[in-house]
């Protein structure tokens, strides 16, 4: 008897001491998801997604505040940057970040209201065109990050156009380019096809 119970201690001391050798990162791996961990965020405020978890790193894109991202990974405690893979793939600061409204409130760029503000950010490379066609000669191509002045129209919606399934923009050329264009051009805001979900410009921060 005295022998089992000896034997029973010794078992329980082992669990013990095996899982406080378990390494904390395991400890949280294996830990059941809740709420707070889900992997939706939305960003606080505009923010770029860098190539590398460093803010000297090439910033891939530009997410306007209330963006809805998908994280690849659960972050621990103190880390700085946390990698996403959606809507793009890079990593981003988790300071910025806060959790996903259960309501589903969060907005992305495509979805948020175009009212007031005429200043934008390239997203992604895109072209300007004389007209809001394809086929319409290129003006010049801009590079993410490049700030642009949109026109509005009255009550301050922002003077767009759709056409070949897409959503065009138009754009101040005077006032994005004093000195270098003038008059007005147009840009790809959205593909309807391919990225519906996407657009080619975020408010500027």
Same mark, same amino acid.
């Given at each position: 008897?005295?022998?089992?119970?000896?034997?029973?201690?010794?078992?329980? @001391?082992?669990?013990?001491?095996?899982a406080l050798?378990?390494?904390?990162l395991a400890?949280?791996?294996?830990?059941?998801? =809740?709420?707070?961990?889900?992997?939706?965020?939305?960003?606080?405020?505009?923010?770029?997604?860098?190539?590398?978890?460093?803010?000297?790193?090439?910033?891939?894109?530009?997410?306007s505040?209330?963006?809805?991202?998908?994280?690849?990974?659960?972050?621990v405690?103190?880390?700085?940057?946390?990698?996403?893979?959606?809507?793009?793939?890079?990593f981003?600061?988790?300071?910025?970040?806060?959790?996903?409204?259960? =309501?589903?409130?969060?907005?992305?760029?495509?979805?948020?209201?175009?009212?007031?503000?005429?200043?934008?950010?390239?997203?992604?490379?895109?072209?300007?065109?004389?007209q809001p066609?394809?086929?319409e000669?290129?003006?010049?191509?801009?590079?993410?990050?490049?700030?642009v002045? @949109?026109?509005l129209?009255?009550?301050?919606?922002?003077k767009?156009?759709?056409?070949?399934?897409?959503?065009? @923009?138009?754009i101040?050329?005077?006032?994005?380019?004093?000195?270098?264009l003038?008059? /007005?051009g147009?840009? @790809? /805001?959205?593909?309807?096809?391919?990225?519906?979900g996407?657009?080619?410009?975020?408010?500027?921060?």
């Amino acid at each position: 008897m005295e022998f089992q119970k000896f034997l029973y201690i010794f078992t329980l @001391v082992n669990i013990a001491t095996f899982a406080l050798s378990v390494p904390v990162l395991a400890q949280i791996t294996q830990a059941p998801f =809740n709420s707070a961990q889900s992997s939706c965020r939305a960003t606080k405020v505009s923010t770029p997604v860098f190539k590398e978890p460093s803010t000297s790193s090439h910033a891939i894109r530009i997410l306007s505040a209330k963006t809805k991202i998908t994280l690849a990974y659960i972050p621990v405690s103190g880390d700085r940057f946390v990698r996403i893979k959606a809507p793009t793939s890079g990593f981003i600061q988790t300071a910025v970040l806060k959790f996903c409204q259960p =309501n589903n409130n969060a907005q992305n760029i495509s979805s948020k209201p175009t009212i007031g503000s005429v200043c934008r950010q390239i997203v992604r490379r895109e072209t300007i065109r004389r007209q809001p066609n394809t086929r319409e000669p290129f003006i010049t191509t801009l590079s993410p990050n490049t700030v642009v002045y @949109v026109n509005l129209v009255t009550g301050n919606i922002v003077k767009s156009y759709k056409s070949e399934n897409y959503i065009w @923009v138009e754009i101040d050329l005077s006032r994005s380019f004093p000195g270098e264009l003038s008059g /007005n051009g147009w840009i @790809v /805001n959205t593909d309807l096809v391919n990225t519906p979900g996407l657009s080619s410009l975020a408010y500027c921060s």
